[in-house]
């Protein structure tokens, strides 16, 4: 069974920075397109970075030129560096699949952007 672990939220002031962790065991992780998502108190989950099985990247738009996901298949870790953060992207995030099947979703990891 495939279990996501998401760890490096903190609490963090406007303009600073954090890099999130997701370690991925039980599956063939190199094969999957992985993504990071979050979700903020009263609102759904939304979609934030992909990383295909290649190393291409996409960003939502609120996140683009200040957000940057990457890989590492050697110890099946998926990274979120976030830069010059916002009070908005205040929220849990997690990772997983890219698209369906989604794996079970693990704990997340709470950022937040507060002076």
């Known amino acids: 069974q495939v279990q996501l672990v998401e760890s490096g939220g903190g609490l963090v002031q406007p303009g600073g920075s954090l890099r999130l962790s997701c370690a991925v065991s039980?599956?063939?992780?190199?094969?999957?397109?992985m993504a990071w998502y979050r979700q903020a108190p009263g609102k759904q989950r939304e979609l934030v970075a992909v990383i295909s099985s290649g190393g291409s990247t996409n960003y939502a738009d609120s996140v683009k030129g200040r957000f940057t996901i990457s890989r590492d298949n050697a110890k099946n870790t998926v990274y979120l560096q976030m830069n010059s953060l916002k009070p908005e992207d205040t929220a849990v995030y997690y990772c997983?699949?890219?698209?369906?099947?989604?794996?079970?979703w693990g704990q997340g990891t709470q950022v937040t952007v507060s002076s």
């Open positions: 039980g599956s063939i992780f190199s094969v999957y397109a």
């Open positions: 997983n699949r890219a698209s369906a099947p989604y794996f079970t």
